[in-house]
């Protein structure tokens, strides 16, 4: 598996799974009737933000991250980022390539610290993803999010020092 920059023509592959990820309600604090337009503005970042896809040695898009700082201004030394693996591919480490690919561009950048604002409580793969590479739960906002099929559910900050 690679991993490299996105691009503009990568939003052809990235936009299946990513409108699947988002209309299922279930990880993303994105309307579900999110449209193509606005989900690529949305995710495919300018820089000194990054976005990156890891493919496979066809060259096929089999997950995405997108990375930035988590705040501006005096907050601005804490990066954040948000993954999203092409379900036909979960299972088989490329979200956590694309994590650890994260952390080490947030500690090439200067960052102090990662943090994850908004981490479905329900969504435990993530979570024990997260976990094991270091990540804390700081709190949960309760009921922060609307899961389509349990209700009102925990919203995690987790964080982790670079």
């Known amino acids: 598996m690679l991993i490299r920059e996105a691009t503009v ?4 592959a990235i936009w299946p799974f990513f409108h699947e990820v988002v209309a299922a309600g279930e990880t993303f604090t994105y309307p579900t009737d999110l449209g193509e337009e606005v989900g690529r503005d ?40 948000s993954y999203m693996v092409d379900p036909a591919h979960s299972g088989r480490g490329v979200g956590r390539a694309l994590c650890e690919y994260t952390l080490e561009w947030a500690r090439a950048a200067g960052f102090r610290a990662m943090q994850f604002n908004a981490v479905v409580e329900t969504n435990v793969h993530a979570v024990n993803l997260y976990r094991s590479l270091g990540f804390e739960v700081l709190g949960t906002l309760p009921e922060g999010f609307l899961h389509p099929a349990q209700g009102y559910v925990g919203l995690h900050i987790m964080h982790r020092a670079l």
């Open 9 to 12: 023509e990568d939003w052809s």
């Open 42 to 81: 949305w995710w495919l970042l300018p820089p000194p933000n990054r976005t990156v896809v890891a493919v496979d040695d066809a060259g096929k898009v089999l997950g995405t991250a997108k990375m930035n700082n988590n705040q501006s201004g005096n907050g601005s030394h804490v990066a954040s980022a």
